[in-house]
Nanobody, 127 residues
Framework: EVQLVESGGGLVQAGGSLRLSCAAS????????IAWFRQAPGREREGVAC????????YYVDSVQGRFTISSDNAKNTAYLQMNSLKPEDTAVYYC????????????????????WGQGTQVTVSP
């Protein structure tokens, strides 16, 4: 059974940092693309970052470019999202998702492409 479990969310002041983790089980981690999505109240789910298997591609949404870094540790079956210089508009529930078929630049942020999802972790950035 494929499982993804996020952790690391919390409350932080603007300008602060958080590191989210996504622990995976039930599949060969380095064969999958791992993406982070987020959903704020009243808004659609948005792709934040994606790392394809074996680091062949990394994608970011423009609003987090230069502030967030996605990475993975295949030995630990864990992906990370390092979030620096956080802003109140980054407040959302953050989800990790996995996809066996490597996405491309045109579809990495399409949430319907990802069959496996975690339960989400709340990130709240205060002004």
């Amino acid at each position: 059974e494929v499982q993804l479990v996020e952790s690391g969310g919390g409350l932080v002041q603007a300008g602060g940092s958080l590191r989210l983790s996504c622990a995976a089980s039930g599949f060969t981690f380095d064969d999958y693309a791992i993406a982070w999505f987020r959903q704020a109240p009243g808004r659609e789910r948005e792709g934040v970052a994606c790392i394809t298997k074996r680091y062949t591609r990394i994608y970011y949404v423009d609003s987090v470019q230069g502030r967030f870094t996605i990475s993975s540790d295949n030995a630990k079956n864990t992906a990370y999202l390092q979030m620096n210089s956080l802003k109140p508009e980054d407040t959302a529930v953050y989800y990790c998702a996995a996809h066996l078929i490597p996405p491309g630049a045109s579809n990495w942020a399409d949430d319907w492409e990802y069959p496996y999802w975690g339960q989400g972790t709340q990130v709240t950035v205060s002004p």
